[in-house]
């Protein structure tokens, strides 16, 4: 008979990942947390004391992930690196491994991306989750490495953050509108929209709902660094 591992809030946090990326937020309850865990639901109270709570944990988790992601790929670049040439790479290169990373981590789990681009900014920056503030921290702390002045490091904090949380929840919308229908107007229910109020969007709509993936996230924060720093 196998031992069940004590509860704990990351088990409770890990549990609720696994039902809000198989059944949406609209599935995610404190009882079918505890049912997934095999535990009553009061049970769940010591770990998270409300939904609210679950909810901020969800984006924890995701940051949690994503800090994962980073420090392994650090490793693994330091472990490969040529010993004559430096180990850290180039503040550029690294500010698009982050992208990269956070694109990753939220096509694996893109219904707790609303969360993400929401919950963080509804409380006062020192009560956020430790991951989340670490990840700003590192993207300060990458952007000082680059010789910035404060005023331009603040800029492109902003506007990297803007850009790349932006097309992230724009990528992974919701846009189907019938999953049955094997013809992608009508799947997408664009056949709803008068062909003479909104002839772009009726033409172009089968376009606009294909992923652009990473390379068109790489490209659009290229194109915000030569924005703002031409010369770096």
Same mark, same amino acid.
């Given at each position: 008979?196998?031992?069940?591992s004590?509860?704990?809030?990351?088990?409770?946090?890990?549990a609720?990942l696994?039902?809000?990326?198989?059944?949406?937020?609209?599935?995610?309850?404190?009882?079918?947390?505890?049912?997934?865990?095999?535990?009553?639901?009061m049970?769940?109270?010591?770990?998270?004391?409300?939904?609210?709570?679950?909810?901020?944990?969800?984006?924890?988790?995701?940051?949690?992930?994503?800090?994962?992601?980073?420090?392994?790929?650090?490793?693994?670049?330091?472990?490969?690196?040529?010993?004559?040439?430096?180990?850290v790479?180039?503040?550029?290169?690294?500010?698009?491994?982050?992208?990269?990373?956070?694109y990753?981590?939220?096509?694996?789990?893109?219904?707790?991306?609303?969360?993400?681009? #929401?919950?963080? @900014?509804?409380?006062?920056?020192?009560?956020? /989750? !430790?991951?989340?503030? +670490?990840?700003? %921290?590192?993207?300060? =702390?990458?952007?000082g490495?680059?010789g910035?002045?404060?005023?331009?490091?603040?800029?492109?904090?902003?506007?990297?953050?803007?850009?790349?949380?932006?097309?992230?929840?724009?990528?992974?919308?919701?846009?189907?509108?019938?999953?049955?229908?094997?013809?992608?107007?009508?799947?997408?229910?664009?056949?709803?929209?008068? #062909?003479?109020? @909104?002839?772009?969007?009726?033409?172009?709509? /089968? !376009?606009?709902?294909v +992923?652009?993936? %990473?390379?068109?996230l =790489?490209a659009?924060?290229?194109?915000l660094?030569?924005?703002?720093?031409?010369?770096?």
């Amino acid at each position: 008979m196998a031992v069940r591992s004590p509860l704990s809030r990351r088990r409770v946090l890990e549990a609720a990942l696994r039902v809000v990326d198989e059944e949406g937020l609209d599935g995610l309850s404190m009882r079918r947390v505890a049912t997934e865990l095999g535990v009553e639901t009061m049970a769940l109270y010591r770990y998270t004391p409300s939904k609210n709570d679950l909810l901020d944990g969800l984006v924890e988790s995701l940051f949690i992930e994503l800090e994962q992601a980073l420090d392994s790929a650090a490793s693994a670049a330091n472990a490969s690196a040529d010993p004559r040439h430096e180990a850290v790479p180039p503040w550029r290169e690294a500010l698009l491994g982050i992208a990269r990373a956070m694109y990753r981590v939220a096509l694996a789990h893109p219904h707790v991306i609303p969360l993400v681009a #929401v919950r963080p @900014f509804t409380v006062p920056m020192a009560r956020r /989750p !430790a991951a989340v503030l +670490r990840a700003h %921290e590192r993207l300060l =702390a990458l952007l000082g490495t680059a010789g910035l002045d404060e005023g331009t490091t603040l800029r492109m904090y902003r506007a990297f953050i803007s850009w790349v949380l932006g097309y992230i929840v724009v990528e992974l919308r919701e846009v189907v509108d019938n999953p049955d229908e094997s013809d992608p107007a009508f799947r997408l229910g664009l056949h709803r929209l008068p #062909v003479k109020d @909104f002839p772009l969007l009726r033409s172009l709509g /089968p !376009a606009l709902a294909v +992923r652009g993936g %990473e390379e068109q996230l =790489a490209a659009g924060l290229d194109a915000l660094l030569g924005r703002y720093l031409p010369d770096r």
